[in-house]
C-alpha cells in the first residue's frame, strides 16, 4: 500500500502545514482584503486600483453565525453517498474583519459552537479520489 497524495481541492486558496493560512489578495491602494482572491479591479466602489498584494490573511476569527446544512453543499464541497448534515461556520477575521464561510471541523457539533467563539482555520480531508486525497479549510474552535 501506498500513501495516498495530499492535494488541495482548490487550488491556491490556501496553505496547509501546521498553521494554515486562507490566500487572499490586499487593495495596493484602499488596503480593502478580499477572499477568495481578487486581482483584476478593486470591489471598492470608491477605489479603481488594478494592483493587489497576494496575502495570507489572519487564521484566526469569531464565529458571526452558524448554521446547520441538511442539503448537499456547493462546490468545493464535494458530499458522497454517505452525505451527513454539516455545519457551516461565518467567521469574522480578527484582522482583516471580513466573514470567511467554512465548514467546522470533524468531531465539532453544531452544540459546541455560540456567537462570538473564537475559531482557528484547520485544512482537513474534504473527499479521497483514488490516489489523492483532497483537502480543504474549515474551521475548529480553538483550544489552548
Ligand atoms: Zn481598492
Known amino acids: 500500500m501506498t ?17 494554515p493560512h486562507l490566500i487572499g489578495t490586499q487593495c ?23 494592483e493587489f498584494d497576494e496575502v495570507e490573511l489572519s487564521r484566526t476569527g469569531k464565529i458571526w453565525s452558524y448554521t446547520e446544512h441538511y442539503y448537499r453543499p456547493p ?3 464535494i ?13 469574522e477575521l480578527d484582522k482583516e474583519k471580513m466573514v470567511i464561510l467554512g465548514q467546522v471541523a470533524n468531531g465539532v457539533a453544531h452544540a459546541d ?16 479520489e483514488e490516489d489523492t486525497e483532497r483537502t480543504v479549510w474549515k474551521w475548529k474552535p480553538v483550544t489552548d
Open 3 to 19: 500513501e495516498k497524495n495530499v492535494a488541495p481541492s482548490i487550488e491556491g486558496w490556501f496553505t496547509t502545514g501546521d498553521t
Open 28 to 50: 495596493k491602494t484602499c488596503q480593502t482584503y478580499f477572499f477568495p482572491k481578487q486581482d483584476l479591479f478593486c470591489k471598492n466602489p470608491a477605489c479603481r486600483s488594478t
Open 75 to 77: 462546490e468545493p464541497y
Open 79 to 91: 458530499s458522497g453517498d454517505d452525505f451527513e448534515p454539516y455545519t457551516i461556520a461565518a467567521v
Open 113 to 128: 459552537l455560540t456567537t462570538g467563539l473564537a475559531m482557528e482555520i484547520v485544512v482537513e480531508t474534504l473527499y479521497e
